[in-house]
């Protein structure tokens, strides 16, 4: 049984330029020219001197930049820089040590949390009444009259 190529990248999160470009429609010529801008924060796997495969994360990556260039129409510094404040330059949880929490943050934290649990509850329940309202039963205006 054959697989094709673009299921196995897939398959090993790793990714081909391509297959990254069709993700986020761009062109490819697009991914090379930022992958030399943001090489600080992508880091393509090469194979040879022509190949690149990519990781989940640089796919995230690519879908940042071009969000902050696209969208919030950052330039390319301003982009770097958004980018550096956001992104932790290494891909492991242990390179810095733990913060240290006091109990002011925890309890401002915890109260965040159960302000934003609220403010969900109430969201869900606005979205279950419109729910209830667009399943509801309506008779058609085209039905009460004598189309014959």
């Known amino acids: 049984?054959?697989?094709?190529?673009?299921n196995k990248s897939q398959h090993k999160e790793l990714f081909r330029i391509g297959d990254i470009a069709?993700?986020?429609?761009?062109?490819?010529?697009?991914l090379r020219y930022w992958e030399k801008e943001f090489k600080d924060f992508l880091d393509p796997?090469?194979?040879?001197?022509?190949?690149?495969?990519?990781?989940?994360?640089?796919l995230e990556t690519f879908s940042s930049i071009?969000?902050?260039?696209?969208h919030e129409r950052?330039?390319?510094?301003?982009?770097r820089k958004q980018l550096a404040n956001?992104?932790?330059?290494?891909?492991?949880?242990?390179?810095?040590?733990?913060k240290v929490v006091n109990s002011d943050t925890k309890q401002d934290a915890t109260k965040e949390l159960e302000e934003l649990k609220s403010f969900l509850g109430e969201v869900r329940l606005e979205l279950l009444n419109l729910r209830e309202y667009l399943l509801r039963p309506?008779?058609?205006?085209y039905h009460s009259r004598n189309l014959l």
């Open 66 to 70: 071009k969000h902050l260039l696209y």
């Open 86 to 98: 956001f992104k932790p330059k290494s891909n492991t949880l242990f390179d810095d040590p733990p």
């Open 45 to 58: 796997i090469k194979i040879g001197s022509r190949k690149r495969l990519y990781t989940l994360t640089d």
């Open 22 to 30: 069709e993700r986020i429609s761009l062109e490819a010529h697009v």
């Open 138 to 141: 309506r008779k058609s205006k």
């Open 1 to 6: 049984m054959a697989t094709n190529k673009k």
């Open 74 to 79: 950052f330039t390319l510094d301003g982009a």
